[in-house]
């Protein structure tokens, strides 16, 4: 990630404050809905680079600049409660890690600024009124994750040639990932190959998935912006063969 443009993303929502607030006159209040806390984030790199970015500008944690983070663990149902607990809060701009984050909070403010990150597809969520001119009180960043699809089934393809038949593991919950697997069913004709819908909305459905799954094995599984956990309990699974071993995902 390129660490000015991840800066300057943030900063810039921060330091639009209410008034004519400055550095020198008010503490910023920031709070952060996120997947993991910052020290057990799996790209540990971004949220000192934005501490440092903000230190830059003159806020500086612990003198004029308050932050509240919560996190789910890959919980998907704490988003809800903890969008409501910072909401309480009353900061002045919200950091939402996901699609599920953003979506928690829009539900619960439309007045206090939220900057999403990592959201797939922002515009057919919902979330913003275009690219250009989101609208509203949401704005940030988004991966288009819904335009690479066809990329990897192309990757995977090379990995694997003949390849007919994949797994689709996606989350029903997550507006992001559901608009991608909606994508990602539609275009895998095109390239010849079935796509077998896996919907995981929790880690604890892993288990039932992957036992239909080794009854008639795929060719290859597929993430789509599912929670890291439940990749992480893919990856350590004792039915790994249900795939062959080959696996790709985005999120």
Known sequence: MNRRWFV??????VLALPGSATAQTRVARVAALLTRLPAQSSVPAAWPAFIEGLRERGWEEGRNLEIQARATNGITERNEPLA???V????????????????????RTSTIPIVMVGTGDPLGAGFIASLARPGGNITGL???????????FQILMEVRPGLSRIALFW??????????????????????LIIQSVPVKRREDLNAALTDLARSPPE??????????????????????????IMSGIG
Do not use: W
């Open 88 to 107: 309480a809060l009353k900061p002045d701009v919200i950091i939402a890690s996901s699609s599920l984050a953003t979506q928690a909070l829009r539900q």
């Open 84 to 86: 409501t607990e910072l």
């Open 171 to 192: 989350n029903p919950d997550d507006p992001g990932s559901k608009l991608g697997a909606e994508k990602q069913f539609a275009n895998g004709p095109q390239y010849g």
């Open 142 to 152: 988004t991966n288009q994750l819904g335009d690479l699809g066809g990329k990897s």
């Open 8 to 13: 300057a993303s943030f900063g810039s929502a």
């Open 220 to 245: 290859a599984l597929h993430m789509h912006i599912t929670p890291r956990p439940c990749e992480n309990a893919l990856l350590s699974s004792d039915r790994r063969s249900a795939g062959e071993g």
